[in-house]
């Protein structure tokens, strides 16, 4: 594979001399494991009742780190309307796209130091974040607070918790489980979505935004807590040699950089229907603002589905090909949703969407796993990192460019160009797709025939 041929270099330490791993070109810069060498991850056994004690630790990680980046489309509602009404949308949503930017890119270096056995002072620093966010939220007046707390403070402590989560449980299990196992992890993002969607929606006209927002830095604190007690005595083994924090051998691989591609125009499109589909709810068919809430759990219900059932069928059938399926289903979804004019088809559209997009959240960490996308588990941290830095960026970009195509005006309502932009993009991804389909089943095919 490219990116694997052997290095001439290697490292002095202070102790002896230790040859760089194959993959680690020179130039990159590393990281030192913090403990002794223990087995490879590849050699450890897999599966078990207490590797599905971890998952369920990590579904309680993804409550918190993904189920608050599914419910800023309810707190953008509410900025736009009431605390940061004299704001323009496209600002506003810029703290969405930031606050999911650190989630996803932050894994570029959470990744290595997961491998490094950095496990538990990443989970236990980032839950702190997360609720020191919240918390610091609740005070907010101003958008400049807002985005200090809610876009930088949370979404750094996500970001400190999501890949390292994603990266133990990939370990814990084997090829013909881990997609299940993945998808039963990043079903906890859609469940967070609807407990804190419901918790905002319930909550701001009886007690008020401020304690609202406390309330739910409790519930994020509780959760945190229960994660916490089944993974900070869980001790990772440790790769031998240094770990890369980039491994740019990676980036000469086409079927890892297109995926990579694939992935970066997906999270373009992303969060542009949940960031703007309360808004819709209520500018461009006049619902209410408990509809427009409601709306947003339909897509987290919707992706519960598409979180798990799919996954289930990726043992089978595959976790790229399920990827591109799904990839191509929501290209469909998107431009259907140019076509809605009542309630009843937004309903149908937010379920369909969450469906299909709900496998685009757990589809390409089970993927990655793959010989073809990653050569071995002892660098499944780096490679996830990598992979969710090219997310990182599309998601930072996709929301605002919609922001500045969708038209909110008295007596003028357009969502059009924002749609056509989003469905255009995902079929942009399904493209970047075919290449990496392609070299997985000759792969696969040759493992079998050998």
């Known amino acids: 594979m490219a990116g694997q041929a052997e290095t001439k270099g290697s490292i002095l330490t202070s102790e002896k001399v230790e040859e760089l791993p194959s993959s680690e070109e020179s130039g990159a810069s590393s990281i030192d494991d913090n403990n002794e060498t223990r087995p ?31 419910t800023f489309g309810a707190f953008e ?66 958008y400049w607070q807002v985005f200090l707390a809610q876009a930088l403070a949370v979404g750094i402590g996500s970001g400190l918790v999501y890949v390292p989560s994603l990266a133990l449980v990939s370990t814990l299990f084997p090829d013909s489980t881990r997609p299940w196992a993945i998808g039963c992890v990043n079903s906890g993002g859609s469940v967070g979505g609807i407990i ?6 319930g909550l701001v006209p009886s007690i008020g935004f401020p304690w609202a927002v406390r309330a739910m830095a409790l519930i994020n604190l509780v959760v945190a807590a229960l994660a ?22 990676a980036l000469r691989e086409p079927s890892f950089l297109l995926f990579s591609l694939a992935l970066l125009l997906n999270y373009v499109a992303f969060y542009i229907p949940p960031f703007y589909i309360p808004t819709y ?52 979804v998107v431009f259907t949703w140019m076509a809605v004019t009542n309630v009843g088809g937004f309903i149908t559209f937010s379920v369909f969407y969450g469906l299909t997009s709900g496998v ?12 073809v996308l990653s050569p071995n588990m002892n660098v499944i941290g780096t490679r996830l990192g990598m992979l969710w830095m090219f997310g990182a960026v599309g998601v930072l970009i996709g ?24 469905g255009g993009i995902v079929g942009g991804a399904s493209l970047f797709l075919i290449f990496p389909l392609i070299a997985v089943i000759k792969h696969d095919r040759r493992k079998k025939s050998g």
């Open 40 to 70: 490879s991850l590849d050699d450890e056994p897999k599966g078990g009742l207490q590797a599905w004690l971890y998952v369920l630790a990590a579904f309680f990680i993804f409550i918190n780190a993904w189920g608050l980046t599914q």
């Open 77 to 142: 509602e509410l900025y736009v309307r009431t605390l940061l009404s004299s704001t323009s949308p496209s600002a506003i949503s810029w703290i969405g796209s930031v606050q999911v930017f650190f989630v996803i890119f932050l894994g570029a270096f959470t990744g290595p130091l997961f491998d490094a056995g950095y496990l538990r002072p990443l989970l236990g620093i980032g839950c702190l974040l997360m609720v020191v966010g919240l918390a610091t939220l609740s005070l907010a007046t101003t």
């Open 196 to 201: 804190y969607t419901f918790a905002l929606r």
């Open 228 to 249: 916490l007690a089944i993974l900070l005595p869980y001790r990772p083994p440790q790769a031998a040699h240094r770990r890369a924090v980039f491994d740019f051998g």
């Open 281 to 332: 709810a209520t500018a461009a068919l006049g619902q209410s603002r408990d509809f427009a809430f409601e709306a947003l759990v339909y897509v987290s219900v919707g992706s519960l589905t598409g979180r798990l059932l799919p996954m289930l069928a990726a043992t089978r059938l595959g976790s790229v090909q399920v990827y591109l399926a799904a990839t191509v289903a929501t290209m469909i």
């Open 360 to 371: 685009l959240v757990a589809a390409p960490s089970a993927a990655i796993s793959h010989p």
């Open 399 to 422: 929301a605002p460019i919609a922001g500045a195509l969708v038209d909110v005006s008295p007596g003028h309502v357009d969502f059009k160009p924002a749609q056509a932009f989003g």
